[in-house]
């Protein structure tokens, strides 16, 4: 199931990491795992997308999860 492989690969970095991630890394994890895993298991392309706030544009990336 692709939406529990979204959510394996989030938790999976968010423990890794400890929570001490930005947006934009956390999203390149999940996104490049999730399609590296969906060809494998499932034998179909699934790229997965973010959206985000017009206000956030071009810095969400940059930004820590968690700043401890």
């Known amino acids: 199931d692709v939406c529990s492989s979204d959510l394996y690969f989030l938790l999976k970095k968010l423990q890794e990491s400890k929570g001490k991630v930005t947006y934009g890394d956390l999203f390149d994890y999940v996104k490049?795992?999730?399609?590296?895993?969906?060809?494998?298991?499932?034998?179909?392309?699934?790229?997965?997308?973010?959206?985000?706030s017009g206000d956030l544009v071009s810095t969400w990336q940059g930004i820590r999860l968690n700043e401890d």
């Open 32 to 52: 490049t795992n999730v399609a590296q895993k969906s060809v494998v298991v499932n034998e179909k392309s699934q790229t997965p997308t973010i959206a985000v």
